[in-house]
């Protein structure tokens, strides 16, 4: 369909309808005081509009979403290198799980795990100060999306540090195999500060496009990243439910708990969602029918 604001208006419509919208994440007070209510959704195009529907104005916690930007700098700073410190295969377990690293040698298998991408982060920051990357890190974000406006929100960053004690698990079992290079306590201030970044879906999907990459768009992620980061989302990227996103969607995609979605469409688009309801597997619910009805109706999944 090529009246694609006529297919966001039809998604914004349908959502408004839905009542039954999953439950807020409770970990944090800052997410658990989130309205369930809200439904945002936009679409980057390489020609520079940016099309909307619902509230894709308002901003959000990107939380796991930001793995995606870590990892695009770790691999632009470690390149192929960057595969010695984390795998790349779906794990099959929980997002948060500690199991498999003690069956691997304290290897995480994914950069978008929370084991893997605090080893991403490790090997992201390489010896700087976590101000120093962090700061780097919101540039390349606003670069992305072509946005100064977009900050760390300090009350979730200081939530996620007053309760991050199964992440202080992994990093200190990892750190015990000798797979962090920096102190453990700073990679994970630096990982609970990521996490806290917020944004609003127009600046998420601008963001996006930079892994769709397109005619026109500026090359901030190089093209042999952008296939690698694509594929690993589209494996891994919505944690124990990636097959059944891939399954619907069939478009490279992240998802983060503040209800969230990140999906690159090779070539045509950036895309961003949110909803802070989530399914049982921890997924914005309405993001997810919102991209299930976008893929159905653009005919854009990679899959045909
Ligand atoms: N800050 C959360 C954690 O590390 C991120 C959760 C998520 O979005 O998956 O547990």
């Known amino acids: ?56 104005a308002t901003g959000f916690s990107i939380q796991s979403i930001s793995k995606v930007f870590t990892l695009s700098l770790a691999l632009g700073r470690l390149g192929e290198g960057f595969w010695s410190h984390v795998g790349r295969e779906p794990s099959g377990q929980a997002f948060n799980s ?26 992201a920051m390489a010896n700087h100060e976590p101000k120093v990357f962090l ?18 929100d300090q009350a979730v960053a200081d ?25 453990v306590e700073k990679v994970l201030g630096t990982y609970f500060h990521q996490c806290a970044i917020h944004m609003n879906c127009r600046q998420l999907a601008r ?8 005619p026109g768009v500026p090359n901030l992620v190089s093209e042999a990243r952008r296939k690698r980061i694509n594929s690993l989302m589209m494996l891994c990227g919505h944690y124990d439910a990636s097959g059944d996103f891939a399954f619907r969607v069939g478009l490279p995609g992240k998802s983060g708990v503040g209800g969230g ?43 045909g």
């Open 207 to 214: 963001a996006a496009l930079a892994f769709a990459g397109g």
């Open 98 to 123: 500690i199991l498999q690293l003690e069956h691997e040698a304290g290897l995480p298998r994914n950069p978008f795990i929370n084991a893997g991408a605090i080893a991403t982060t490790d090997a």
């Open 261 to 303: 979605i990140l999906v690159a469409a090779p070539g045509r688009a950036g895309i961003a969602v949110w909803s802070p309801g989530l399914n049982a597997q921890g997924n914005s619910k309405l993001g997810t029918e919102a991209l299930d009805m976008f893929a159905t109706l653009t005919g854009w999944s990679v899959f």
């Open 159 to 183: 939530s996620e540090k007053a309760t991050g004690d199964l992440n202080r698990a992994l990093a200190f079992f990892m750190a015990s195999h000798d797979r962090l290079s920096n102190p």
């Open 1 to 56: 369909m090529s009246d694609l604001q006529g297919v966001l208006d039809r998604i914004g419509l349908t959502m408004a309808e839905r009542t039954d919208r999953g439950r807020v994440a409770s970990y944090i007070p800052p997410l658990a005081r989130v309205d369930p209510m809200q439904f945002g959704m936009a679409v980057a195009l390489p020609d520079g509009r940016t099309l909307t529907t619902g509230n894709a």
């Open 135 to 152: 700061a780097e890190l919101l540039s390349f974000v606003r670069a992305a999306a072509e946005d100064e406006d977009i900050h760390i």
